[in-house]
């Protein structure tokens, strides 16, 4: 009786360890930058009734580049030894990488921006660990330095809330049929 009660647990461990168990992939971070609309022309992008935009500006890139550049070439005698080594000089010119671009991304309106609203963007910035003062409901200085490290991350380099991260932070709901 003992064997077999032993054996049929064997045989049930078995079976367990040969099942697949899919863990289900963890939510991945929202890329911020795929929202963004660079237009022409001023003004927000065209859209639906209850939709809204918000604007920033992405700073000019300014690369700096130092180049060696040669004066005199190396004076060499008839046994191909150096007389004299070659002169450099070093140059330095900036370069500019990227324009300064006005940037528009859809955003939580500005209904919705209550100090309820606010106060949950603190608590879920806080749960992150980008925001680390008490709750005051404010867009405050703190509080809009934290969204920027929280949304810079994701690749938009601004302290006013996208649509995307409020989503991402649970703030609003996600409109399932559009998905």
Known sequence: MRSAS?????AAIFLVACQSTAVPEAPGRADLSADLVRLTVPGPPKSAEGECWASDVTPMVIETVTEQVMVSD???GPDGTVLSPAVFRSEIRQKIVQEREEIWFRSPCPQEMTVDFIASLQRAL????FYVLPLTGEMDFPTRSALRRFQ???GLESDRL???????LGLVTVDLKKR
């Open 6 to 10: 032993l054996t049929l647990f064997g």
């Open 74 to 76: 190396a004076r060499r």
């Open 162 to 168: 996208s649509l995307t991260a409020a989503r991402e």
């Open 152 to 154: 810079a991350e994701r």
């Open 126 to 129: 806080k749960a992150r660990g």
